[in-house]
């Protein structure tokens, strides 16, 4: 995915900017804002366009917080609005942005995760990412996280696609599948499903494809399931709503083995990786935006 480039800083006022917002490590809502501003362009590269899940804070992780993805009246214009077609008669209203306005707007507003969607507002019912979340059940590894990501990977490599890597900023890694638009949420559904569960048939000691919690324990559930209309996942570079305000960081995948953690990313440490980074870790997005999703069945190419 290449670098976008904002050249609006935005002029949100953060209401109490001294509030602390993570009480464990002391940042504040202007620690957030600046985070925030900081990163924009990287983040906006994944989401500018395309429709949000927030998770709001008003009062910091010591307060309530909560997910929303509808606006509310008096909400400023850089959040912008849009009518997707309803599939149960009931017709509602969701949001997108597209520049630093409507980022800090919704940073004024409380939000600290930004969850995206595999589609565009645009074309809402033509997705053109897949993601494969990885989510360790208790006792697995760390560095068996790592090698089920790859091993997605490897199976994707099989069928002729490429994938890119994140941290989630908690407990796993996703790894995402873009493709050019066109198939429907249905094929992309089936496509991503019949890969868990073949292999989760063929490594049942370390995969699981069903979300039923009680199946986790010492394996990793693929997550299949973010592949389905409304569903979202986190954004690249968002922050999490977690004690340290760990980042969800997109990684070149030669990176991923010296991880210690989905975690590994906190506030600090990520602006110091995007001081230093010259070049998108996901180098290659916008070829990779133009391969072809095959069908559900179709058997992988030979090695």
Known sequence: MP????????NAVIAEPARVVFPDAGFTRADVAGYYRRVAPQLLADIAGRPLSLLRCPDGLAGECFFQRHPEPGWDATVHRFE????????ATCVYIDDVRGLLELVRLGVLELHVWGS????????????FDLDPGEGV???QVVGAAREIRAALARRGLRSFVRLTGGKGVHVVLPFAPGPDWATVKAFSQSLARQLAAAHPERYVASASKHLREGRIFIDWLRNVRG?????????????GAPVAMPLH???LGVTRSGAD???PRALRRIDRLRRS??????????QRLPPACAAPQAD
């Open 253 to 255: 995948w030669r990176e």
């Open 120 to 131: 565009t507002a645009r074309m809402p019912d033509r997705p053109e990412r897949a993601v």
């Open 265 to 267: 990313y906190p506030l």
């Open 84 to 91: 997707p077609a309803s599939e149960n008669g009931r017709p």
């Open 281 to 290: 870790p996901w180098e290659g997005w916008t070829d990779a935006s133009r």
């Open 231 to 243: 569903a979202s996942s986190i954004a690249n570079w968002s922050l999490r709503a977690r004690p």
């Open 3 to 10: 670098l976008a480039h904002a050249s609006d800083t935005g």
């Open 141 to 143: 590894a760390w560095t």
